[in-house]
């Protein structure tokens, strides 16, 4: 089981970076994260250059994907949503509409932030962006609230076990929407 992992935030040090290296240690046994980091190389998205040209880092973001069974998108929250960064990766991967590499893949969605709601509608609106791609989102992601307390620099794991549990069950029942929706394939 291949799971795709990606990161909105471009800066060095990024707890979306760090929670998502996390994510990949909390899999199930036989899952394996592969992250795709490269969201800092994509232009601006722009339907002309979309239907001018092929774009090798687009090509790579849509291959990442495709070749994935599930993915799990950690976001920072910024102004009250995701990151310009994230949502320009998710526009490139949603097109074409038809065959959009995004299409009913499993996604966990984690946010996270230092304020008391953990980038709930960073999740909220990731969730409703990925849905009207054709993506499933799982309906439970994780907020990680507080983040600087709970995962502090050099931290190696989050320091809230209840967090951590919520974490590792939300991608075991990923893991579990990919293995319902290859049955059904
Ligand atoms: C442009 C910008 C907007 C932000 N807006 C919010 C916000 O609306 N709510 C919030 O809780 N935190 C907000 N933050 C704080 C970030 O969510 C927080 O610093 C986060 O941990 C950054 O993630 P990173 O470490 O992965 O870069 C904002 C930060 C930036 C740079």
Redesign the pocket.
């Known amino acids: 089981m291949r799971v795709l992992g990606l990161?909105g935030?471009l800066?060095a040090g990024?707890?979306?970076?760090r929670l998502l290296a996390l994510a990949g240690s909390a899999l199930p046994a036989g899952a394996e994260l592969v992250t795709w980091s490269r969201l800092g190389e994509l232009p601006l998205y722009d339907p002309d250059v979309d239907a001018r040209e092929t774009h090798p880092v687009v090509e790579s973001l849509r291959d990442a994907i495709r070749e994935a069974d599930a993915l799990v998108i950690v976001t920072?929250?910024?102004?009250?949503s995701v990151s310009g960064v994230l949502k320009n990766a998710i526009d490139w991967a949603s097109r074409p509409r038809a065959t959009t590499a995004l299409q009913s893949k499993p996604v966990a969605v984690v946010s996270?932030?230092?304020?008391q709601?953990g980038?709930l509608w960073a999740a909220d609106d990731l969730k409703r962006i990925l849905k009207i791609t054709g993506a499933r989102p799982l309906e439970e992601a994780v907020s990680v609230a507080q983040?600087d307390t709970v995962l502090p620099d050099g931290a190696p794991a989050l320091q809230d076990e209840e967090l951590h549990d919520a974490l590792v069950a939300q991608l075991a029942a990923l893991v579990e929407a990919a293995q319902t929706a290859t049955v059904a394939a």
Do not use: D, K
Not at 76 to 80: G, H, I, L, V
């Open positions: 990161a935030s800066r990024s707890h979306s970076a920072p929250e910024y102004n009250a996270q932030s230092p304020g709601f980038g983040i």
